[in-house]
């Protein structure tokens, strides 16, 4: 519809505009009548019939006037009625045309085929009669319109002529149709939506499950590892032994991730900050340090990582802490300090002693230990950087961002 329509349509508009018309043609009608008048006639009676020939003629010009002015109005009416019927009709979203107290005055097809119901079954019925919906429903609705003006998707369950249930989401305007306050409702129906959410929560559900499974089940399998790799060290000379104390530590610090996140009601994330100072006391336990002779210090932000990011840092740490207990207190007696932090959109991990260092040629990429080309393997693994600095000891300082891997199927 165009604005010239749009304007005729404004009631307030055509109001000021008949009253403006009126005033200004009385205005000059009585002005210039009045003055003819009394140029042209002198007799007094005969100015008097004159005068009410003329108010007759007043009367009848501006009766046609107003009539002209009024019947236009309510023509555009009519035609923005008609228009409202038509698209009431048609539209494909159910539409019930109720009074203020919810009784119904018409529906469209959409609402007639929603619900079961014949036209003449709804008309002069509310839908509480009709038992479409509870009173309790419908007092909620009413008090909710009436404290909004307007309701706007509001989630109902109905009940349709065939008992069964539907979920519609219900919107509610006034309007004025034909001089009266009605109440125009519309009824979208979302049951199959509902439908697919509960059969994909349920999928989900199952999916949680299963992979809470997963994680538990590789724990105890990583668990059992490492108790055969504890029973085979007594088995062993005491080089040997070593290393399989090393591995053991390794197969651990990845158990307990997944215990952490068999726990969890994340599954795909950790918080780092209590699985750190976990492993970190467990490797204490397993190379029997007493931390009254090392101590143990840490400073960690209670951070949320992914499990791809966690695992190689992790293991990071457990080859560091491990090196230094194993070659950086030849007396047993020390600091160990572990830091890790947030820092522009990244992390920042120190790992530092104030033991005998490192040799001061060392080069974290052409070293030989294994355990330090595990270090460096995987801090290429999370993309990142590794400075070593040895003041007081050694500190190892690793950036890196969190890797972000495509959601699997």
């Known amino acids: 519809m165009d604005k010239s329509r749009l304007k005729r349509m404004n009631p307030r508009r055509n109001a000021f505009k008949i009253t403006l018309i009126y005033f200004i043609v009385s205005l000059i009608w009585i002005i210039s009548s009045d003055q003819i008048l009394g140029l042209m006639v002198s007799d007094y009676h005969l100015s008097v019939i004159l005068a009410s020939l003329k108010g007759t003629f007043f009367i009848i010009m501006t009766s046609l006037l107003i009539y002209f002015l009024i019947y236009q109005n309510l023509d555009s009416i009519k035609e923005s009625e008609e228009r409202f019927y038509q ?26 085929h929603l619900t079961g119901f014949e036209k003449e079954e709804l008309l002069g019925r509310t839908p509480t009669q009709l038992h479409i919906t509870t009173p309790q429903i419908q007092e909620n609705i009413a008090q909710e319109f009436k404290d909004k003006g307007e309701i706007k998707d509001l989630e109902v ?23 009266k306050t009605r109440n125009i409702n519309y009824l979208y129906d979302i049951s199959q939506r509902k439908k697919y959410e509960k059969k994909l929560k349920n999928s989900l559900k199952e999916k949680e499950a299963l992979l809470r499974e997963v994680h538990h089940r590789v724990k105890n399998n990583l668990q059992i590892i490492s108790s055969l790799l504890n029973l085979q060290s007594q088995f062993v000379e005491e080089d040997s032994k070593d290393i399989l104390m090393v591995s053991q ?19 795909t994330h950790i918080f780092i900050k209590n699985y750190i100072e976990n492993f970190v006391s467990d490797l204490f336990y397993l190379y029997g340090i ?112 969190e890797l972000i891997y495509e959601k699997r199927v």
């Open 290 to 401: 007493d931390q009254r002779d090392i101590h143990l210090h840490i400073d960690i932000e209670d951070i949320k990582l992914g499990i791809d990011t966690a695992i190689p840092l992790g293991l990071i740490i457990n080859e560091l802490v491990i090196n230094i207990i194993k070659h950086a207190f030849p007396q047993k007696k020390g600091n160990i300090q572990i830091s890790f932090k947030s820092l522009n959109g990244g992390y920042v991990l120190k790992v530092s002693d104030d033991g005998r260092g490192l040799p001061k040629d060392i080069k974290i990429d052409e070293t030989e230990t294994l355990g330090l080309q595990l270090v460096n393997n995987l801090v290429n693994q999370l993309e990142g950087n590794i400075e070593i600095s040895q003041v007081q000891g050694t500190e190892f300082t690793i950036t890196f961002n």
């Open 87 to 112: 698209a009431f009709n048609t539209n494909p979203i159910a539409i019930v045309l109720t009074e203020k107290d919810g009784e119904i005055i018409d529906a469209n097809q959409s609402y007639l």
């Open 157 to 179: 369950e109905i009940v349709i002529k065939s008992g069964k249930k539907r979920t519609v989401l219900v919107s509610i305007e006034s309007m004025s149709l034909e001089g």
């Open 249 to 267: 530590s390794r197969i651990r610090s990845m158990a307990m991730i997944h215990e952490k996140m068999y726990k969890s009601t994340d599954l």
